[in-house]
């Protein structure tokens, strides 16, 4: 059973394990040197997440989709339009990365595209982009060596990134907002 502390956001999972609600699964966390194995649990990751993405929020009625897991967090229909906007956007820096020498990407105001017309549509149109664009991710995170891991872009906020650490990221930010989904369907 899952308990909530309001005051200071903490979780207890069914292990007993303190956690922030913010961060369920912990912050990313991108290894010291990037190898190929790393990239390829990254990747089986990726590979099954949209058929579990589905198994969590198909059927959920319109009063579910409203729930958030904490206090002025999005809701679940904001998480999973999110979800294939980030994908999108970290996939198409991925891709620059990997083509152009260096280049720059810019910002952009994740708050502000939640709240934009097209995520109202129901879920299914967000979880029709992530199968196919997963799909590519991990046909193209497989195909990549380790060389390719250290080519960068930068992030006009951000600075410096590397390949691998964006297939990290991809990775790891639709877990934690798998997460987040199930903390408030728990609720």
């Known amino acids: 059973m899952i ?4 005051n200071k956001q903490l979780i207890k999972n069914e292990r007993r394990i303190l956690m922030d609600v913010k961060f369920p699964i912990g912050k ?12 390829t649990k990254w990747m089986e990751q990726i590979s099954t997440y949209t058929t579990r993405l589905r198994e969590v929020v198909d059927g959920l009625s319109e009063e579910q989709l409203q729930k958030t897991y904490r206090e002025g967090a999005w809701n679940i229909r904001q998480l999973v339009h999110h979800i294939a906007d980030s994908q999108v956007t970290m996939y198409h820096r991925l891709r620059l990365a990997l083509t152009d020498d260096h280049p720059t990407v810019p910002n952009f105001d994740q708050d502000q595209w939640a709240i ?16 196919g664009l997963n799909e590519r991710i991990v046909a193209l995170g497989n195909s990549l ?9 930068t992030h006009e906020i951000n600075g410096p990134i590397t390949v691998g650490t964006k297939l990290k990221k991809l990775s790891w930010h639709q877990e934690h907002h798998l997460e ?3 903390i408030a369907l728990s609720k």
């Open 145 to 153: 060596s380790e060389k390719d891991y250290k080519r960068q872009f």
């Open 180 to 182: 987040h989904i199930k």
């Open 28 to 39: 990313l966390e991108i290894p010291k040197k990037i190898t190929k194995s790393d990239v």
């Open 116 to 131: 934009l017309p097209d995520n109202k549509l129901p879920v299914e149109a967000s979880l029709k982009i992530l199968e």
């Open 3 to 6: 308990e909530y502390y309001k």
